[in-house]
Structure formats: structure tokens, C-alpha cells
């Protein structure tokens, strides 16, 4: 039985161990648990001050109180060694210099407190203004302290054009975000365990360079002020790592690096395993092959520019994304078919021949994404058009998602997947030639399809299609089927048009429910069957013509009971209507 | 999973006596998952009895089976095996009531079982997310010994963890 205090009984270390686990909130309230716990909160060799969690409860967001708040806590932990030393704030303290002085004397002891402290982890999270503003000597402390294993910063003002040169000897992890003032950073071989760097929108950072060996992740995030097309967004930088063995991840975003940056340095990246270059709008060619690049397993490319050739050979590729618009003079993918597991193309213009070259062979692909592909037909068409079309097959493939037309999927001779498991499918332009869609695949459970119709399409061909492309989903258990059409809202007079157009596409259902708009409910409607009605004698009246061809037989011939809820009086009498004549058996409730 | 017979290594065994006189023979590769016993090994090197004088039988028995759980792991790592396993702790700490929690972790910490410590530690701090100190006081049977005024002057300093 439980009956004895046994948390109290565990030694201090394991006490701390817990406390470590949990957030300030909950540490916090274990001081006032009993004497024992309030002496080992007051050892608890971390600080987490999370001033939003004040601001929650009291509502209190005046800097003097911030301030207040941290001197107090740094004070009575004075003498202890510290571990972890964090500070959250969102308190702004705005156009005052009174104000200003308090928070920057805030952040320069709790620096100081850091650095004679020996803490090991120190995580400054400052989303308010101003920014701090870090004066000379704290700055050469801090990144030259013996102790720090990770140091996160932001909302930092360095002063002027900062050259950071960080000696640290222990530090694990570098993270910088919006920070100012800051020039260039250095990362040198004194910074021997160093191992993640991360620099998000950092100003005017335009050069970086790595000389530590241990480095394994670097992300590099410059914030794009100008917008697209901007001949004033790009810049020159300079990003050197001399020893790039042991770098696993790189990403990107808005660096203008240049060919030659690209074809110097990634191929000496002999153990880079992700790569992602986002809009870098310089950088027109890129070639990956399988001498340099054996490990790369993940690359993700996306650019707004024009680029050139673009040809990725890399032997383990796994996951690849490209994003591009407009598209590369020429892209070849066709040297990582073997290995891909994941593949992602947006907007990009293709021919039949391209797709035959990149995009066979794709034995262990499982996630196929292709969205916003046009097709090329003017070049295909005099070139291929009387060559025989093979499918596609893809042996590993459980989801599949196309935004394309059906004319790109026809072209190619369509789609063979016999294990595809989830198919998301969207269409801007159905019309009657689209259905059905070429694509075999007989495991397929959960399928989306989103249409939006050519204008031109009537009520009954635009039946017609649909039952058509529904044909081939008959095997599914969910089917989601999104009708986009350039029409009046919905009113309610159309439902009993919706109901049977449904009925049409699905023609044994158990529940039919319509989305409400704003604040009005769903409608539920709910069908309940029983035997084949006797009256019904085959060849007689309407209901021969309604499922004469199917095999399984409609609702019409076995409907007894059907019921709806949240459907106005009006509406009900047509629903009933159309209910009675199309099914004499029914009994109908409304609720 | 494929057995450990393939292995074609032999593999030493060690004998872990408890306080309570019970002794668990166990390979070598499973023990030195508990830093103090990797230690001992390292050290002495040829002594296959090891004393155990702070654990219990009972709970010793519960250590060894994690390590044994957790060894296999090293041998074969991948990403299903590491399902496996993250299952197979959360139903291992899932009913322990609150004495075989302790007995387990203060054997796991003199022991040095780091992960096993983690996981432990994991646990009790989900015991306490999210409570209040009246609540907290309650699951773990705690008594305050403030003096009367004491506690309602600490709490005034935090006021905002006590709402």
C-alpha cells in the first residue's frame, strides 16, 4: 500500500532529475511542497524564467516588473553552478529610455550571472523591443566562455558590424535569430564539439566561416526584404567551411551562393545526407553525382528564377522536392530512380518524354506528389505521338497525390499502382474527356478527388463523367469528392437536385450529409433498407431504366425507412416529394 | 528478430547477487547497461560475482529485465525495434504503484543506469504535470511542515505559479 511519502525519500540528484523533465510552472509549485522540497527547488541548478507564463496569470507586462522579477531570482541563486539558464519574454518595453536601460541591464546580468555561474546552457528568448543591445565586453565573455554547451539568442542587437569569433571550447549547439548588427561569424577550431549551427534572419550577416571540424548541421536563413525579382535582393556572401567532412545537413534559404560556390564546395561534402537550397536566386546549375554525394539521401530545391540545367545523380536519394518556377532550361532526375522513396515536383512544365525518362523505374517510390504540372504538348505531339505510350508503374507506392489534367495523365499512358493505399486527386479543368482516369489500383482504400468543371459542361454529361471517374473508386472504403463549380451559392432549392445527383454517383448509401454554411447545421440525411420491394416487378415503371446495368441494385428497390434532420419546413415537403415518388416504400421521418 | 544464437561470440556470463541472497546469472552485455556494473567489469575484470548489498532481489530482477530489453536494441538498432522497445517501456512503468517506483529508482540510480533513471524520472514528472500543490500533496501522500503563514509567504513570491 501507499501509504508512506516516498517522493520525498529520493535522493536530491533524482529530485533535480525530475524537476528537470517538467516545466517552470509545475517546478515551481513543488517548492511549497514541504521543507525538503523548497531547499531542493532553491539547489534546482536551473532557471527557466518564462515571464509569458506571469504575463497569463497576473497581467502584469511592465518591464519594471520583468526586471524585477529576473534580478530576484539571479539573486537567490547566486552561488550555485548553474545548468540551464533560460529567460522567455515577450514584454515590450517601448519608446521609454527608462525602459530601455532596464532591459538591457536585465539581460547583462543575467549574461554575467551566466558566465560566472558556469552555466552550461543559456537560452535567451527575447521577443519584445527594443532589442537588446550587447556592449563590448559581455560579447568577447560570452563566446569565449569554458562552460557553455548551447547558446540561443535573439532579438540581439550586437552593436554596429559585429565580427562574432566563437572559442567556446564545450558549446554543442549556435543558434542566432533576429539579431542586428551582426557582420560575420566565425566559428573556429577552438569550438571543437560544436556541432549545430543555426543562423535565422540575422542582419547584415552576409559571411560565415567554419573552421571547426565537428560541424554536422548549419542552416542558414536570410530574410528576403525586397520580394521576387528584386535586382537589389541579391548579395554577395561568402560562406567557407575548409573542413566539410563532417557536415550532414545544410539548408539554404535566401543565400545567394553561385554556381561556382555550388560546384567547389558540395562536392566535398562526402557526408552530407540533406540538403535543401531554397530560393538561392543566384545559383543556376546544379549537378549532384554519385562519385561526391554518396550519402545525400534528402534534397530539396526550390527557386523563383530561371535556372539552367539542373541534373541530380545522387545514388541514395530518397526524398526529393522541386519546386520551381519558371522551369529549368533542363531537369534529369533520372540518375536516383532506383532508391527514391519520396518524390515532390511542383510546378513544372514536362513533355511525354520527360516523364517516360524520369519517372520510370521507380521501384521503391512510396509518396508521389506532382502539383501544378502542365504539359508540353506542342513538341510532344509532332514528335511522339505515334510512338506507343507505356504506363507507369510503381510497385512500392501508397500515396499518390496529382494536381493535374487528365489530358498529362492520358498522355503518358496513365498509371499503374497496385499497392497505392491513399490517392489525392485534383483537377482544375474536368470535362467529359477525363473520365475515367487512367489509374490501376486495385488496393487503393482512402481516395480524394477535387474537381472543378469546364464551364461548358451540362447537368447530365457532367453526371455522366462522374459516374464514369467514380467507377474506378467503387473499391474504396472512404471516397471524399469536392465539387468546385462557378456557381450561385447553393440554395435550397438545389438540394433536392444534389441529393440526386448523389444518389446517382452513390447508389446505396447509409448516411448522405451536406456541409452548412456559416452558422447553419449540417444536414443529415439517413437511409435504412430492407427487403426488395415485391412491388417493384422488374420491367415495370421508372425503376427498370434506373440500375439496369449494375449489378447491384439501388436504393430505389429496397429503401423502408428514411430519415433527416436540420432541414427547414420547405424543404421537406420537396425532399418528401421526391422521396415518395422515387421510392413508394419508404417510410419517411423527419426529426 | 533474429536470436542471439547467430552470434557466434561467447558471450561471459556474471552472477548479481542481491541484499536478500537471490542471484541472477546475466550475459555481460545485458549488465553493463548499469554504468556501476560496466565499471566493476572494466575495472576488475576477472571477478565473474558481483555483490549488490543496496538492491533487492525483487527489484534487481525488474532492472535486469529492462537491460535485457534494452540490450538486445544495441545489437540490432533500427527504427521498428526502437518502436518496439518505446512501447515496451511504457507498458514497463505503466502500473508500477509508487514503492516499486522508488525501490526501482534509487536501485536504477545506485546502479547507474542512466536511461533507466530517465525513464523512471519520465514517469514521476508525469505524475505531477499539470497538478496543483494540493493535488501533487495528495498522490504522493506528502505532509507540509511549514510553519503556520510560512507557505502563503513563498507562495506570495511566485504568486503566478499558484494562480
Same mark, same amino acid.
Given at each position: 500500500?501507499?501509504?508512506n511519502?516516498r *517522493?520525498?525519500?529520493?535522493?536530491e540528484?533524482?529530485?533535480h532529475q525530475?524537476?528537470?523533465?517538467?516545466p517552470?510552472?509545475?517546478?515551481?509549485?513543488?517548492?511549497v511542497?514541504?521543507?525538503?522540497?523548497?531547499?531542493? !527547488?532553491?539547489?534546482?541548478?536551473?532557471m527557466d524564467?518564462?515571464?509569458?507564463?506571469?504575463?497569463?496569470?497576473?497581467?502584469?507586462?511592465?518591464p519594471?516588473?520583468?526586471?524585477?522579477?529576473?534580478v530576484?531570482?539571479?539573486?537567490?541563486?547566486?552561488?550555485?553552478?548553474?545548468?540551464?539558464?533560460r529567460?522567455?519574454?515577450?514584454i515590450?518595453?517601448?519608446? %521609454?529610455?527608462?525602459?530601455?536601460?532596464?532591459?538591457?541591464?536585465?539581460?547583462?546580468?543575467?549574461?554575467?550571472?551566466?558566465?560566472?555561474?558556469?552555466?552550461?546552457?543559456?537560452?535567451?528568448?527575447?521577443?519584445g523591443?527594443?532589442?537588446?543591445?550587447?556592449?563590448?565586453?559581455i560579447?568577447?565573455?560570452?563566446?569565449?566562455?569554458?562552460?557553455?554547451?548551447?547558446?540561443?539568442?535573439?532579438?540581439?542587437?550586437f552593436?554596429?558590424h559585429?565580427?562574432?569569433?566563437?572559442?567556446?571550447?564545450l558549446?554543442?549547439?549556435?543558434?542566432?535569430s533576429?539579431?542586428?548588427g551582426?557582420?560575420?561569424i566565425?566559428?573556429?577550431?577552438a569550438?571543437?564539439?560544436?556541432r549545430?549551427?543555426?543562423f535565422?534572419?540575422?542582419e547584415?550577416?552576409?559571411?560565415?566561416?567554419?573552421?571547426?571540424?565537428?560541424v554536422?548541421?548549419?542552416?542558414?536563413d536570410?530574410?528576403?526584404?525586397?520580394?521576387?525579382?528584386?535586382?537589389?535582393?541579391?548579395?554577395?556572401?561568402s560562406?567557407?567551411?575548409?573542413?566539410?567532412?563532417s557536415l550532414?545537413?545544410?539548408?539554404?534559404?535566401?543565400?545567394?551562393?553561385?554556381?561556382? !560556390?555550388?560546384?567547389?564546395?558540395?562536392?566535398?561534402?562526402?557526408? *552530407?545526407?540533406?540538403?535543401?537550397?531554397?530560393?538561392?536566386g543566384?545559383?543556376?546549375?546544379?549537378?549532384?553525382?554519385?562519385?561526391n554525394?554518396?550519402?545525400?539521401?534528402?534534397?530539396?530545391?526550390?527557386s523563383?528564377?530561371?535556372?539552367?540545367?539542373?541534373?541530380?545523380?545522387?545514388p541514395?536519394?530518397?526524398?526529393?522536392?522541386i519546386?520551381?518556377?519558371?522551369n529549368?532550361?533542363?531537369?534529369?532526375?533520372s540518375?536516383?530512380?532506383?532508391?527514391?522513396?519520396?518524390?515532390?515536383?511542383?510546378?513544372?512544365?514536362?513533355?511525354g518524354v520527360?516523364?517516360?525518362e524520369?519517372l520510370?523505374?521507380?521501384?521503391?517510390?512510396?509518396?508521389l506528389?506532382?502539383g501544378?504540372?502542365?504539359?508540353?504538348?506542342?513538341?510532344?505531339f509532332?514528335l511522339n505521338?505515334?510512338?506507343?505510350?507505356?504506363?507507369?508503374?510503381?510497385?512500392? *507506392?501508397?500515396?499518390?497525390n496529382?494536381?493535374?489534367?487528365?489530358?498529362?495523365?492520358s498522355?503518358?499512358?496513365?498509371?499503374?499502382?497496385?499497392?497505392?493505399?491513399?490517392?489525392n %486527386?485534383?483537377?482544375?479543368?474536368f470535362?467529359?474527356?477525363?473520365?475515367? *482516369?487512367?489509374?490501376?489500383?486495385?488496393?487503393?482504400?482512402?481516395?480524394?478527388?477535387?474537381?472543378?468543371?469546364?464551364?461548358n459542361?451540362?447537368?447530365?454529361m457532367?453526371?455522366r463523367s462522374?459516374?464514369?471517374?467514380?467507377?474506378?473508386?467503387?473499391?474504396?472504403?472512404?471516397?471524399?469528392?469536392?465539387?468546385?463549380?462557378?456557381v450561385?451559392?447553393?440554395?435550397?432549392?438545389?438540394?433536392?437536385?444534389?441529393?440526386?445527383?448523389?444518389?446517382?454517383?452513390v447508389?446505396?448509401?447509409?448516411?448522405?450529409s451536406?456541409?452548412g454554411?456559416?452558422?447553419?447545421?449540417?444536414?443529415?440525411?439517413?437511409? %435504412? %433498407?430492407?427487403?426488395?420491394?415485391?412491388?417493384?416487378?422488374?420491367?415495370?415503371?421508372c425503376?427498370?431504366?434506373?440500375?439496369?446495368?449494375s449489378?447491384?441494385?439501388?436504393?430505389?428497390?429496397?429503401?423502408?425507412?428514411?430519415?433527416w434532420?436540420?432541414?427547414?419546413? !420547405?424543404?421537406s415537403?420537396?425532399?418528401?416529394?421526391?422521396?415518395?415518388?422515387?421510392?413508394?416504400?419508404?417510410?419517411?421521418?423527419?426529426? | 528478430?533474429?536470436?542471439?544464437?547467430?552470434?557466434?561470440?561467447?558471450?561471459?556470463?556474471l552472477?548479481?547477487?542481491?541484499?536478500?541472497g537471490?542471484?541472477?546469472?546475466?550475459?555481460?552485455?545485458?549488465?553493463?547497461?548499469?554504468?556501476?556494473?560496466?565499471?566493476?567489469?572494466?575495472?576488475?575484470g576477472?571477478?565473474?560475482?558481483?555483490?549488490?548489498?543496496?538492491?533487492n532481489?525483487?527489484?534487481?530482477?525488474?532492472?535486469?529485465?529492462w537491460?535485457?530489453?534494452?540490450?538486445?536494441?544495441?545489437t540490432?538498432?533500427?527504427?521498428?525495434?526502437?518502436?518496439?522497445?518505446k512501447?515496451?517501456?511504457?507498458?514497463?512503468v505503466?502500473?508500477?504503484?509508487?514503492?516499486?517506483?522508488?525501490?526501482?529508482l534509487?536501485?536504477?540510480?545506485?546502479?547507474?543506469?542512466?536511461?533507466?533513471?530517465?525513464?523512471?524520472?519520465?514517469?514521476?514528472?508525469?505524475?505531477?504535470?499539470?497538478?496543483?500543490?494540493?493535488?501533487?500533496?495528495?498522490?504522493?501522500?506528502?505532509?507540509?511542515?511549514?510553519?503556520?503563514?510560512?507557505?502563503?509567504?513563498?507562495?506570495?513570491k511566485?504568486?503566478?505559479?499558484?494562480?
Amino acid at each position: 500500500m501507499d501509504v508512506n511519502d516516498r *517522493l520525498s525519500e529520493l535522493p536530491e540528484e533524482v529530485i533535480h532529475q525530475i524537476m528537470y523533465s517538467l516545466p517552470t510552472l509545475e517546478v515551481t509549485r513543488m517548492s511549497v511542497l514541504s521543507k525538503g522540497f523548497l531547499s531542493m !527547488w532553491r539547489s534546482f541548478p536551473v532557471m527557466d524564467l518564462d515571464t509569458d507564463l506571469q504575463l497569463q496569470t497576473t497581467g502584469t507586462s511592465n518591464p519594471k516588473d520583468l526586471f524585477g522579477f529576473v534580478v530576484s531570482c539571479l539573486e537567490r541563486r547566486r552561488t550555485s553552478v548553474h545548468q540551464r539558464l533560460r529567460l522567455k519574454s515577450r514584454i515590450w518595453a517601448y519608446g %521609454y529610455d527608462e525602459d530601455q536601460r532596464l532591459v538591457n541591464d536585465m539581460f547583462e546580468r543575467i549574461i554575467n550571472f551566466a558566465t560566472r555561474n558556469r552555466t552550461k546552457e543559456l537560452h535567451l528568448h527575447y521577443k519584445g523591443k527594443p532589442l537588446y543591445c550587447m556592449s563590448m565586453p559581455i560579447k568577447s565573455l560570452l563566446f569565449s566562455s569554458k562552460y557553455l554547451r548551447s547558446l540561443r539568442l535573439s532579438n540581439i542587437d550586437f552593436d554596429g558590424h559585429y565580427n562574432l569569433i566563437l572559442t567556446c571550447p564545450l558549446i554543442e549547439d549556435l543558434k542566432l535569430s533576429h539579431c542586428v548588427g551582426l557582420q560575420s561569424i566565425d566559428i573556429t577550431c577552438a569550438a571543437k564539439r560544436i556541432r549545430a549551427v543555426k543562423f535565422k534572419y540575422c542582419e547584415p550577416l552576409d559571411s560565415i566561416r567554419i573552421s571547426s571540424n565537428t560541424v554536422e548541421s548549419l542552416c542558414w536563413d536570410v530574410y528576403d526584404f525586397y520580394g521576387w525579382g528584386n535586382p537589389d535582393r541579391v548579395r554577395d556572401i561568402s560562406l567557407n567551411l575548409p573542413s566539410p567532412e563532417s557536415l550532414k545537413h545544410l539548408r539554404l534559404l535566401n543565400v545567394d551562393i553561385t554556381d561556382e !560556390w555550388f560546384s567547389y564546395h558540395v562536392p566535398q561534402f562526402a557526408g *552530407l545526407e540533406s540538403l535543401e537550397l531554397l530560393n538561392c536566386g543566384r545559383l543556376k546549375n546544379i549537378l549532384i553525382t554519385g562519385e561526391n554525394n554518396k550519402r545525400l539521401r534528402k534534397f530539396l530545391l526550390s527557386s523563383n528564377t530561371d535556372m539552367e540545367n539542373v541534373h541530380i545523380a545522387a545514388p541514395n536519394l530518397e526524398h526529393l522536392l522541386i519546386d520551381q518556377n519558371p522551369n529549368p532550361a533542363s531537369l534529369s532526375i533520372s540518375g536516383c530512380t532506383s532508391t527514391l522513396r519520396k518524390l515532390e515536383i511542383l510546378l513544372f512544365r514536362v513533355t511525354g518524354v520527360w516523364i517516360q525518362e524520369n519517372l520510370s523505374g521507380l521501384r521503391l517510390l512510396e509518396h508521389l506528389l506532382v502539383g501544378g504540372f502542365s504539359f508540353d504538348c506542342s513538341t510532344d505531339f509532332a514528335l511522339n505521338n505515334n510512338k506507343p505510350k507505356h504506363k507507369l508503374c510503381f510497385d512500392s *507506392l501508397k500515396d499518390l497525390n496529382l494536381n493535374l489534367t487528365s489530358e498529362l495523365l492520358s498522355s503518358v499512358g496513365g498509371f499503374e499502382a497496385p499497392n497505392l493505399d491513399s490517392f489525392n %486527386y485534383q483537377c482544375d479543368e474536368f470535362n467529359a474527356a477525363s473520365a475515367p *482516369l487512367p489509374i490501376v489500383c486495385p488496393n487503393l482504400t482512402n481516395a480524394h478527388l477535387a474537381l472543378k468543371f469546364d464551364q461548358n459542361l451540362d447537368a447530365s454529361m457532367l453526371r455522366r463523367s462522374l459516374v464514369h471517374l467514380l467507377r474506378s473508386f467503387g473499391h474504396c472504403k472512404t471516397l471524399s469528392l469536392f465539387v468546385v463549380r462557378d456557381v450561385r451559392l447553393i440554395s435550397s432549392k438545389d438540394v433536392v437536385w444534389l441529393v440526386d445527383n448523389s444518389l446517382w454517383l452513390v447508389p446505396r448509401p447509409e448516411t448522405m450529409s451536406f456541409k452548412g454554411t456559416g452558422n447553419m447545421p449540417d444536414v443529415i440525411i439517413k437511409f %435504412y %433498407y430492407g427487403k426488395r420491394s415485391s412491388e417493384f416487378k422488374e420491367g415495370k415503371d421508372c425503376v427498370s431504366c434506373c440500375c439496369s446495368s449494375s449489378p447491384v441494385k439501388c436504393w430505389r428497390h429496397c429503401l423502408s425507412e428514411v430519415t433527416w434532420e436540420n432541414i427547414d419546413d !420547405w424543404l421537406s415537403m420537396k425532399l418528401k416529394n421526391y422521396f415518395v415518388q422515387n421510392a413508394i416504400n419508404a417510410v419517411i421521418t423527419i426529426i | 528478430m533474429s536470436s542471439s544464437s547467430t552470434t557466434t561470440t561467447t558471450t561471459r556470463l556474471l552472477m548479481l547477487k542481491a541484499s536478500d541472497g537471490v542471484t541472477f546469472e546475466v550475459e555481460e552485455a545485458v549488465a553493463t547497461k548499469l554504468g556501476a556494473i560496466n565499471n566493476m567489469v572494466e575495472e576488475e575484470g576477472s571477478e565473474d560475482l558481483i555483490c549488490l548489498p543496496n538492491v533487492n532481489g525483487k527489484f534487481l530482477g525488474m532492472v535486469l529485465e529492462w537491460c535485457k530489453k534494452h540490450a538486445n536494441n544495441n545489437t540490432n538498432s533500427d527504427k521498428g525495434n526502437d518502436e518496439v522497445n518505446k512501447w515496451w517501456d511504457k507498458e514497463f512503468v505503466m502500473d508500477l504503484d509508487q514503492n516499486t517506483l522508488y525501490h526501482l529508482l534509487m536501485a536504477a540510480d545506485y546502479l547507474s543506469g542512466t536511461e533507466l533513471v530517465d525513464l523512471l524520472t519520465e514517469k514521476v514528472a508525469s505524475m505531477i504535470r499539470g497538478k496543483k500543490v494540493e493535488e501533487i500533496r495528495e498522490t504522493f501522500k506528502i505532509k507540509s511542515d511549514f510553519l503556520p503563514g510560512q507557505e502563503e509567504e513563498i507562495r506570495k513570491k511566485n504568486s503566478w505559479a499558484f494562480e
